[in-house]
């Protein structure tokens, strides 16, 4: 199967500051997920994401399929960003990365 | 919108018993997926069914771990007999169909003691 890296694996932020996650395949993807594990260990999907870039308020994505990556933009990083960020690509079933742990402090 | 629904939340129970989970996918959606959280080995796919079929189920560990999924608004992941290295958080996914987003249930702590 499609090995996932993540990087860097910890991630620590003062609160307003701008970061950004990588994701590596080792193959090409036809699709591909990120998502928010909050401190409570919901999995909350973030963006779907096979190609292009897309934006939700202070998130946003970009996948680069060709070359077998994609980033997760956070900015103005708010505490209740903190968690683990997962990225997964999906070709039927997910295959995630270790997952980067972000840490935003007030 | 409902989301994707698994109970119980939290689960302990002694080794050798019988431990079933429970699973709702989002209404309409035709794929559904059960996962294993560890901090050893992160999160792992048991198995994907595809319109209440089981499509493939080679992430399921060993012979004890069973799922079912007798009609589209239902599925049980069981453990029998289960034990300690069975603790985990298992999660339950559903997507529209095959290659399309996956939404994930709240999932289900599991303490085997």
């Known amino acids: 199967g499609i090995q996932v890296e993540q990087s860097p694996p910890d991630l620590i932020l003062q609160e307003g500051a701008n970061s950004t996650l990588r994701c590596n395949f080792s193959d090409s993807v036809n699709n591909l997920q990120w998502f928010h594990q909050n401190p409570w260990g919901q999995l909350i999907n973030l963006f779907y994401?096979?190609?292009g870039t897309k934006q939700n308020g202070r998130l946003s994505a970009t996948t680069v399929a060709t070359e077998r990556y994609s980033l997760l933009y956070i900015s103005s990083s708010q505490t209740t960003d903190s968690g683990v960020y997962f990225c997964a690509s999906n070709d039927y079933k997910l295959s995630f990365g270790a997952g980067t742990t972000v840490t935003v402090r007030a | 919108d409902a989301g994707v629904i698994q109970s119980p939340r939290h689960e302990v129970t002694e080794m050798g018993q019988e431990v079933t989970l429970r699973c709702k996918p989002i209404?309409?959606?035709?794929?559904l997926f059960w996962y294993r959280q560890t901090m050893m080995r992160g999160l792992e796919l048991l198995i994907y069914?595809?319109?209440?079929?089981?499509?493939?189920d080679s992430g399921m560990p060993e012979d004890r771990f069973s799922a079912k999924m007798p009609n589209a608004s239902f599925s049980t992941l069981k453990i029998q007999p289960s034990e300690p290295r069975d603790s985990a958080v298992y999660f339950c996914?559903?997507?529209?169909?095959?290659?399309?987003?996956?939404?994930f249930g709240d999932g289900t702590r599991l303490s085997i003691l």
């Open positions: 994401i096979p190609s």
């Open positions: 069914f595809n319109n209440n079929v089981p499509i493939d």
């Open positions: 996914a559903s997507s529209l169909r095959n290659n399309q987003p996956q939404h």
């Open positions: 209404s309409g959606h035709n794929s």
